[in-house]
């Protein structure tokens, strides 16, 4: 029981994770305008994804428009759309693996080194996931902060680390602690219950046999039966 509700806890945490890279994916809060100056005062604000760039403004009014050319984006960019599109499809595949390896659903039957089986490759495709959410967003990041303190970078183009940096962050921690926790309960399982099969006792396959004889079986022949009143 405790090792089927780890599985669903983590399983739980890991779908979470899986909804958070999608939203971090259509959000376009990658990179924000930098306040930089005395003039903190600004009438409207930048937003920077890696399929569209937003304009908010202060008066509630928005404007994004999606990105004409593929190509002429810069490279973590399209690393980051490449990498974000194979960690959702790999976040899909993950949940539907896991949901057969885990001890609560019938599939695979009864064969628990299947199942076992099953749940570590969902495990395992869950931290691949978290390892594809990453890197974009930490190459994403590096080339933020790396632009923001260059002199040679003009002050209107100078950015800083949007909102969605931040739950790609969270999500693929989420992602990689429940894949390893659901890749380390049924094979442990599996291995403690291979030893409770059987003889658990000593054996005496090696041990020296003496020259007496086996003690016989007492027969009423030869041990005279005396009655007592």
Request: with cysteine; hydrophobic share 45%; net charge positive.
């Amino acid at each position: 029981m405790v090792n089927t509700g780890m599985q669903l806890i983590s399983f739980t945490c890991a779908v979470t994770g899986w909804i958070m890279a999608i939203a971090v994916t259509a959000l376009p809060q990658w990179k924000v305008s930098a306040f930089i100056g005395s003039n903190i005062l600004t009438s409207e604000i930048k937003w920077e994804g890696i399929w569209m760039n937003c304009i908010y403004q202060t008066t509630g009014h928005m404007q994004c428009k999606t990105y004409d050319s593929m190509l002429a984006l810069a490279p973590d960019i399209q690393a980051a759309r490449a990498l974000m599109c194979v960690a959702i499809f790999m976040g899909w595949l993950s949940c539907t693996v896991s949901c057969c390896g885990m001890k609560c659903t019938t599939c695979a039957g009864d064969d628990r080194r299947a199942k076992a089986a099953i749940a570590l490759a969902g495990g395992v495709l869950f931290i691949f996931t978290g390892i594809c959410i990453l890197i974009p967003v930490s190459w994403t990041a590096n080339t933020v902060v790396r632009d923001f303190y260059n002199p040679n970078v003009p002050m209107m183009h100078k950015r800083e680390l949007g909102q969605a940096i931040y739950l790609g962050w969270a999500s693929a921690v989420i992602l990689i602690i429940s894949g390893a926790v659901l890749s380390s309960t049924c094979p442990l399982m599996e291995r403690g219950s291979r030893y409770r099969r059987g003889y658990t006792g000593r054996s005496f396959a090696n041990s020296p046999t003496s020259g007496q004889d086996p003690p016989k079986p007492i027969t009423n022949n030869s041990v005279p039966m005396k009655e007592y009143v």
